[in-house]
């Protein structure tokens, strides 16, 4: 997508073609994205109950194991036995 129509100037009308194109793949990209990002979403939640099943039977702490996921602990965590 070329991105010179970005900053044509959209008020003068009518609109060139390049730009109807470039507005209508500006706006199906943005579904697009949505889309995938609602999977990921689903993902992640379906990941997280994976491992809170796990964690439970194993009476470890899923939150703790959680947050050290995001700050980027968890390996180093695990191999000092932290979560049991």
Not at 44 to 52: A, G, I, L, Q, S
Request: charged share 25%; hydrophobic share 35%; aromatic share 10%.
């Amino acid at each position: 997508m070329s991105k010179g129509d970005q900053c044509s100037n959209w008020s003068k009308k009518p609109l060139r073609k390049s730009q109807l194109h470039y507005a209508a793949l500006d706006a199906v990209i943005c579904v697009m994205i949505y889309k995938e990002m609602g999977k990921l979403c689903e993902n992640v939640e379906k990941m997280r109950n994976y491992f809170t099943k796990i964690f439970l039977k194993a009476k470890l702490n899923i939150n703790e194991f959680h947050n050290d996921i995001l700050l980027g602990n968890a390996n180093e965590n695990l191999k000092d036995n932290r979560y049991f």
